[in-house]
């Protein structure tokens, strides 16, 4: 916040008036004074806001200068008598900052509208005092506190839209004030506390929404007076009781969205009577009971009901198939149904509702038979899901004529016969689910046709026959699950060569032959991949090394022989089962070093040699190797026996301890020397050997979940880079989604490694304001095999202090500091420089402190970063070492040396 001081544009207003407006009145009329010395006051309010703000990144306010007229400037209307300002509509430029006070001296504005940026802090209270305003929108930026209890004094507001912030405490009664107000939007902030029954005085309301806060309780009754209301959204909020009855009272309303509350009871039978100009009904997500009123049909422009996850008995109405206007009929989850052979007869009247494009009503009680009267519903529909029912008979072939259908969910029926060979006749389908069935016969080869595929799922069935070669035209699919079926048969070259496949590809429980094709290998995204409980033989292919995003791989209970091939490009491995197969050879050591390994079972197979005991080995629980007899070692919890010592092997060990007992002591004597001189010779040098390693309280983060992070580490997202390396902006789940910056180390370049040591050294046990917080590191490896570290760093959005004390050419106007600012930072480098010399437990010296290493935060509160070339000083020789330094051995940028240097 700026110093409560007289500014310049106050002080150019009161010089003004002072000098200027007696000598205008001798030359201009009454009216025509005041409408200068108004346009003057509004150009200084403009300014000011303008100078509020800290980030223009499209230069949209560049125009807001005396080279232009003040109406012309961006976003400003004015009037045509008065000239002045009546509309500032910056919506969406993006601008970041805080919405300046001085707004408040825009006294003929009607409409301000800022929405879709990047504003923070509180709403001016000062807003109240624009009289004539009509709209307000603030929406979608970044605004915390209340809502102002000032607002209530716009007595002309027609709309207020304040959705999508970060607004907090209670919902101000006061508004009820604002008898004209049309539109309210609070939804989507953080508002508690519970519905005003003020709010009912706003008689002229048409809009209503609230929905995603926190409010609790009732609706009140006061809500009956709103009697021009037609959308009411409260969804996602902790609203109880019954279906309001104050609602029933309002025949104007068009959208009602009660979701995501603990409403409960049931709907009043007439419901389609009292409100019969409904359009829409969203109650999913509580716990209303009873029958769903057939008095809906009575709504003729009805288009969508959407009652999912609540606890509604009986049927669909039949009487809603004279609902031309329904496209949306969303019931799932529910308890509707009773598992008779009629229960699917509404089906048949849905057939008049030409414009349906979503049916469901999955996971409910329904019975009967699919009929080919499915083939009679709107050609327009996309989504078909009938799933965990009880429906019986066969997949009507007819299905086929809805050709825009691109989800279909029956799965988990008691469904039988064949897959209708039509299936391929829906050339948009997209996902496939016929799961858990009791189907037979083979898989139609026309799937081959369906080529926009993405998801398939067939598993627990009776299916039989080969995996059809035509999925290879499938090159979409991300999932497939043929598992628990009676399939035969070699695996499709075809099928494994997908390049798409991401989620995962689960052929187990099957009775396939012959071996797993190397075109594996194109499987580079591939991370479940499941081929247990099958007949496939030969070795194991080496090539699913370079599946590299694998986190799961089942191949259990097969004919595998050979030994287990080099994997260890498997990084993000998790679980690896290959027990039960013909295997022979060594444990390999490289599976000690895959540290994401959480589960491993080798066991009945025929290896031999000693069980390693690093990595996941240490958990006995974790791995399971039994079934081995020629195995030995490994940890106690394993029960091996250990493994024999060999008589050329018992020679050598003899001949060693001989060895040993002569030359340790001799070692011991040398070591002790050595330690002494690298005492002496450490305080001299320059660089220090590490190892990696942030701590426990760190989250882990693997090189892929930083990929996707930074899009790729797109050149998009790039916002600086230094000697050791690039530093992107990403968006990163670390418990929510977090904006961080995230520094890739230039292994290439000669000291990086030794800088991400040095920096985890300095970063790991110190805690400051003042200093750039790490939120973890990454030592790994990329998709391709290199070496990879980064460190992930808390987002700074206003970057560093060089680019406001040196800003660039177009910035100048937008990035400057003030005198306090100034100081306010030199404090804060000041606090974290006296911290890391004095307060640490081991002291840390910069060595490269530079504006462009101080960052700033959104209050522009400095954080020093960067340690790359820190230096880190024990407890006991801290004063010693300070005094050892000299400008012989400076680090870092010439010009911006650290004083510990000299």
């Known amino acids: ?49 303008k100078s509020w703000l800290t980030e223009d990144p499209a230069g949209v306010l560049d125009s807001w200068n005396d080279s232009l007229d003040l109406c012309r400037w961006t976003g400003v209307k004015c009037g045509l008598k008065h000239r002045r300002i009546t509309v500032l509509d910056l919506e969406g430029r993006p601008l970041v900052g805080t919405i300046s006070p001085h707004i408040g001296n825009l006294s003929f504005l009607k409409i301000l509208n800022l929405a879709n940026n990047s504003f923070f802090g509180g709403i001016p209270s000062e807003l109240g005092d624009l009289i004539r305003l009509q709209t307000l929108n603030l929406s979608s930026n970044f ?73 609790e309780g009732e609706i009140p009754d006061a809500v009956a007076q709103m009697r021009s209301l037609m959308i009411f959204r409260v969804g996602m909020n902790k609203f109880s009781g019954v279906f309001p009855s104050s609602l029933y009272n309002l025949s104007s309303l068009s959208h009602i969205s009660l979701a995501l509350n603990n409403f409960s009871g049931g709907l009043r039978t007439d419901i389609g009577l009292a409100l019969p100009n409904l359009q829409n009904l969203y109650l999913g997500m509580n716990r209303f009971s009873g029958h769903i009123p057939s008095s809906l049909a009575n709504n003729s422009d009805l288009m969508r009901l959407d009652f999912p996850f609540n606890n509604f008995t009986g049927n669909i109405p039949m009487s809603f198939g004279i609902l031309q206007n329904l496209w949306w009929l969303n019931l799932p989850n529910n308890i509707l149904g009773s598992s008779a052979v009629d229960d699917l007869s509404f089906l048949t009247s849905l057939a008049n509702c030409s414009k349906l494009q979503i049916l469901d009503f999955s996971r409910n009680q329904f019975g009967g038979q699919l009929s080919a009267s499915v083939a009679n519903l709107s050609t327009q529909l996309t989504w078909l899901n009938i799933q965990r029912n ?92 043929l598992s628990h079926n009676k399939f035969s048969g070699t695996i499709p070259i075809q099928l494994i060569g997908i390049s798409a496949f991401s989620r995962g590809l689960n052929l187990s429980h099957n009775s396939l032959t012959g071996s797993l094709p190397v075109e594996v290998e194109n499987m580079r995204i591939l991370t479940v991949l499941d081929v247990s409980y099958n007949k496939l033989s030969g070795e194991i292919p080496s090539e699913l090394g370079s599946c590299l995003a694998l986190e799961q791989l089942y191949m259990q209970s097969n004919f595998f022989r050979g030994t287990i091939p080099h994997l260890s490009n498997l990084r993000s491995l998790r679980y690896l089962d290959i027990s039960n197969n013909s295997l022979d050879g060594q444990i390999p050591s490289y599976l000690v070093n895959i540290s994401s390994l959480l589960n491993l079972n080798l066991s009945y197979n025929n290896l031999e040699g000693e069980v390693p005991v690093g990595g996941v080995f240490k958990n006995a629980s974790a791995v399971e190797v039994y079934g081995n007899k020629n195995l030995c070692g490994g940890t106690p919890e394993m029960h091996l026996d250990p493994c024999p010592v060999h008589p050329e092997k018992l020679k050598k060990h003899i001949a060693t301890k001989l060895i040993l007992g002569i030359t340790i002591p001799i070692s011991c004597l040398a070591l002790i020397l050595l330690l002494f001189s690298l005492y002496w010779i450490r305080n001299s040098r ?86 750039v917080k790490v939120l973890t590191a990454c030592s790994s490896i990329d998709f391709v095999g290199n070496d990879f570290k980064a460190l992930v760093y808390q987002f700074m959005p206003n970057g560093s202090l060089e680019k406001w004390l040196h800003p660039e050419d177009g910035q100048s106007q937008t990035r400057n500091l003030n005198f306090l600012q100034r100081v306010n930072i030199a404090i804060d480098v000041a606090s974290a420089l006296h911290y890391l010399h004095h307060q640490c437990q081991n002291a840390v010296i910069h060595c490269d402190l530079k504006p462009s290493n101080v960052l700033l935060d959104n209050d522009r509160t400095a954080h020093v970063s960067d340690f790359g070339l820190a230096r880190l000083l024990s407890k006991f020789n801290k004063e010693a070492n300070l005094n050892q330094f000299s400008s012989l051995g400076i680090k870092g940028t010439i010009g911006y040396a650290a004083p510990g240097n000299f």
Do not use: W
């Open 1 to 49: 916040m700026k110093p409560p001081v007289m500014d310049l544009s106050l002080f150019l207003l009161v010089t003004f008036h002072a000098i200027l407006v007696p000598f205008l009145s001798l030359s201009l009329s009454g009216h025509a004074s005041a409408a200068i010395i108004g346009n003057v006051t509004d150009k200084l309010a403009l300014l000011e806001f």
């Open 143 to 215: 605004l915390g506190g209340d809502i102002p209890v000032n607002l209530s004094r716009c007595s002309n507001l027609i709309n207020l839209a304040l959705n999508h912030n970060l607004l907090e405490r209670e919902i101000p009664p006061q508004l009820e004030s604002l008898s004209k107000l049309a539109n309210l939007n609070l939804g989507d902030n953080n508002l508690i506390g519970r519905f005003p029954a003020s709010l009912g005085n706003l008689s002229s309301l048409q809009q209503l929404f609230l929905s995603s806060n926190n409010l």
């Open 390 to 481: 009880h429906i019986r008979g066969s997949i009507p072939p007819e299905i086929a004529n809805l050709i825009n259908l691109d989800a279909v969910g029956m799965g988990q029926n008691l469904l039988t016969g064949n897959i209708p060979t039509s299936f391929g006749k829906l050339s948009k389908l997209q996902e496939l689910h016929i799961d858990r069935n009791l189907l037979t016969g083979e898989i139609p080869t026309s799937f081959g046709n369906v080529t926009q595929l993405l998801y398939l799922y067939m598993q627990n069935n009776s299916l039989e026959g080969s995996i059809p070669s035509s999925f290879g035209n499938c090159k979409y699919l991300q999932y497939l699950d």
């Open 686 to 771: 320059k660089t220090t050997q590490s190892t990696f390693s942030l701590g426990p309280f760190y989250p882990k983060i693997s090189y892929a979940e930083l990929c996707n992070a930074t899009c790729g580490f797109s050149s998009d997202n790039v916002i600086g880079s230094g000697n050791f390396g690039t530093v992107y902006k990403g968006t990163l789940g670390l418990g929510d989604e977090t904006v961080v910056a995230v520094k890739v180390l230039n292994l290439q370049q000669r000291g990086a490694s030794k800088s991400f040591m040095a920096e985890c050294q300095a970063l790991r046990n110190v805690r400051h304001r003042n200093l």
